[in-house]
């Protein structure tokens, strides 16, 4: 299964059903957020939420060789550090990339 629209909103709709919520972007980085803390499901504040979608969408910049991973911090949340200018992307190409890249990262660590 390839990235398009239509397979996208497929992926959506399992994952509404698997975590039985009202999928969409933002819960898919929380769900690669997580994923890559390694902390496992648990409460989470809403600042812990808020960086967790800000790590799903950093290590998916990773995969476009935008960002590198760079240690963690003192917390143990991971750190990383721009390779390619993001600033440059544009927000429709943001949001494809980052689309695309968890597409294709759900995919693998779900068996989708």
Not at 48 to 53: A, C, G, H, S, T
Not at 54 to 65: F, I, S
Not at 93 to 108: G, P
């Amino acid at each position: 299964m390839t990235y398009n629209e239509e397979n996208w909103d497929r992926m959506v709709l399992e994952l509404s059903k698997r975590f039985k919520v009202t999928a969409d972007f933002d819960f898919m980085l929380f769900l690669i957020g997580i994923q890559e803390l390694g902390q496992g499901m648990r409460a989470y504040s809403r600042q812990e939420k808020m960086d967790l979608i800000n790590l799903g969408k950093c290590t998916l910049l990773c995969h476009d060789g935008y960002l590198e991973p760079d240690g963690c911090d003192d917390e143990g949340w991971p750190k990383f550090k721009e390779i390619k200018p993001i600033k440059n992307l544009t927000p429709s190409l943001t949001n494809y990339l980052l689309k695309k890249s968890a597409f294709e990262y759900l995919k693998q660590q779900l068996n989708l």
